[in-house]
């Protein structure tokens, strides 16, 4: 909580005016303490689950490696798409119980998984089967690859799975929930060389196998969606305000926020005023100073707020709404609803919105305590 103190004389009378400023991740329920800075509610969290949905690969490889080292790929680099092109083994040598080299898939491209992400599950989908009249074989082996294209985890394919001569059919391997045996990071999948190893066991002489494609989808969490900010001194104040002169208070309001929504976070200001018109207000003298858009004017009763940044923080920069980005006597009204004062489209950490008061009084005013007060709310877009 944010406490502005004010004081000014009219005619002849003394008068403190009371601001109290709060900063909150949400509006507290209640009326807010005063004279105390309350701790801030928890950060605002989202988080959801989200998948890639079927990517390609873009790098296909034969390599032998025991005990799939009989009979290498042809053409391995077509398992890009699903078309006419396969990777395949046709020689007349590939008979029972051979198995062809490992047919590696890397180079999925899977960076619009945000990082550090928590990653749930691997789906492999492969379109493999041999050909009529040309023996018969099993897929032995469908296995992740980690960040050196070697084999690690589980082999999902230990128990072969049999293929047929229909090549409209896909072998799926993996879930939403099955990481293969791993501890499967963002940055590990999203690696280059991240992907799938495909081995195939003959089961009949002289087998002739294709693969055409295979697709990798990946589910995951996001991390949380934060927002937090806080606003600070817990005070600050006018000299004595007088009819002759435009005021600015003897210290600024600097909120610190910070945010980690993919969309960006809002800074709003809120008034409270006399709880219809937003301003300082004295319940005692019945007397409301409005607070509106205009240049100040010695004499001419205003109340107004200029927001501006800093360099401080990393990520984004704020944008200052036009209402608020004001300099020398111009002030931005407040208003008893919340209103933008600075946002970003996107994540950024320890962004500062600096805010001065600017104030000034006309002979009709009305001598007594005057109090407003003041909510910084931040959010996520």
Same mark, same amino acid.
């Given at each position: 909580?944010?406490?502005?103190?004010?004081?000014?004389?009219?005619?002849?009378?003394?008068?403190?005016?009371?601001?109290?400023?709060?900063?909150?991740?949400?509006?507290?329920?209640?009326?807010?303490?005063?004279?105390q800075?309350?701790?801030l509610?928890?950060?605002?969290?989202?988080?959801?689950?989200?998948?890639?949905?079927?990517?390609?690969?873009?790098l296909g490889?034969?390599?032998?490696?025991?005990?799939?080292?009989?009979?290498?790929?042809?053409?391995?680099?077509?398992?890009?798409?699903?078309?006419?092109?396969?990777?395949?083994?046709?020689p007349?040598?590939?008979?029972?119980?051979?198995?062809?080299?490992?047919?590696?898939?890397?180079?999925?491209?899977?960076?619009?998984?945000?990082?550090?992400s928590?990653?749930?599950?691997?789906?492999?989908?492969?379109?493999?089967?041999?050909?009529?009249?040309?023996?018969s074989?099993?897929?032995?082996?469908?296995?992740?690859?980690?960040?050196?294209?070697?084999?690690?985890?589980?082999?999902?394919?230990?128990?072969?799975?049999?293929?047929?001569?229909?090549?409209?059919?896909?072998?799926?391997?993996?879930?939403?929930s099955?990481?293969?045996?791993?501890?499967?990071?963002?940055?590990?999948?999203?690696?280059?060389?991240?992907?799938?190893?495909i081995?195939?066991?003959?089961?009949?002489?002289?087998?002739?196998?294709?693969v055409?494609?295979?697709?990798?989808?990946?589910?995951?969490?996001?991390p949380?969606?934060?927002?937090?900010?806080?606003?600070?001194? %817990?005070? /600050?104040?006018?000299?004595?305000?007088?009819?002759?002169? &435009?005021?600015? @208070? +003897?210290? !600024? $309001?600097? =909120?610190?926020?910070?945010?980690?929504?993919?969309?960006?976070?809002?800074?709003y200001?809120?008034?409270?005023?006399?709880?219809?018109?937003?301003?300082?207000?004295?319940?005692g003298a019945?007397?409301?100073?409005?607070?509106? %858009?205009? /240049?100040?004017?010695?004499?001419?009763?205003?109340?107004? &707020?200029?927001? @501006? +940044?800093? !360099? $401080?923080g =990393?990520?984004v920069?704020?944008?200052?709404?036009a209402?608020?980005?004001?300099?020398?006597?111009?002030v931005g009204?407040?208003?008893t609803?919340?209103?933008?004062?600075?946002?970003?489209?996107?994540?950024?950490d320890?962004?500062?919105?600096?805010?001065?008061?600017?104030?000034?009084?006309?002979g009709?005013?009305?001598?007594?305590?005057?109090?407003d =007060?003041?909510?910084?709310?931040?959010?996520?877009?």
């Amino acid at each position: 909580m944010f406490n502005f103190e004010k004081f000014r004389r009219v005619k002849n009378f003394l008068a403190i005016l009371p601001i109290f400023l709060t900063a909150f991740v949400w509006v507290f329920s209640g009326w807010p303490r005063i004279w105390q800075n309350p701790p801030l509610p928890p950060e605002v969290q989202e988080a959801w689950a989200d998948t890639t949905g079927q990517v390609y690969p873009t790098l296909g490889e034969t390599v032998s490696e025991n005990p799939w080292s009989d009979n290498s790929w042809a053409t391995p680099t077509s398992i890009y798409s699903d078309d006419a092109a396969t990777a395949n083994v046709t020689p007349a040598t590939f008979d029972t119980d051979d198995q062809t080299y490992v047919l590696k898939a890397t180079g999925f491209d899977f960076s619009a998984i945000p990082d550090n992400s928590t990653i749930n599950g691997v789906t492999v989908r492969l379109n493999a089967w041999y050909r009529t009249g040309k023996g018969s074989g099993s897929v032995d082996l469908c296995q992740l690859l980690d960040t050196s294209k070697a084999k690690v985890g589980t082999n999902n394919c230990s128990t072969a799975v049999p293929l047929t001569t229909t090549d409209t059919t896909i072998i799926t391997k993996g879930s939403a929930s099955d990481l293969w045996g791993n501890a499967l990071t963002a940055a590990w999948v999203k690696n280059a060389n991240f992907g799938v190893a495909i081995g195939i066991i003959a089961t009949a002489k002289n087998a002739d196998v294709d693969v055409d494609y295979v697709t990798i989808e990946i589910d995951y969490t996001p991390p949380a969606e934060t927002v937090g900010c806080s606003t600070e001194p %817990a005070q /600050t104040g006018f000299e004595t305000l007088t009819v002759d002169s &435009i005021f600015t @208070a +003897t210290s !600024t $309001a600097t =909120t610190t926020m910070s945010c980690t929504y993919a969309a960006g976070c809002t800074l709003y200001v809120k008034d409270a005023g006399n709880t219809s018109n937003p301003g300082l207000y004295s319940a005692g003298a019945g007397d409301l100073i409005n607070s509106s %858009a205009a /240049t100040l004017s010695a004499g001419v009763e205003g109340y107004g &707020i200029q927001a @501006a +940044t800093t !360099t $401080a923080g =990393t990520g984004v920069e704020l944008l200052i709404d036009a209402a608020y980005k004001k300099t020398g006597d111009d002030v931005g009204a407040l208003a008893t609803t919340n209103q933008t004062l600075t946002s970003a489209a996107s994540t950024f950490d320890s962004k500062e919105t600096v805010v001065t008061f600017k104030a000034a009084i006309s002979g009709v005013n009305k001598p007594g305590n005057y109090v407003d =007060t003041i909510t910084f709310e931040c959010l996520g877009n």
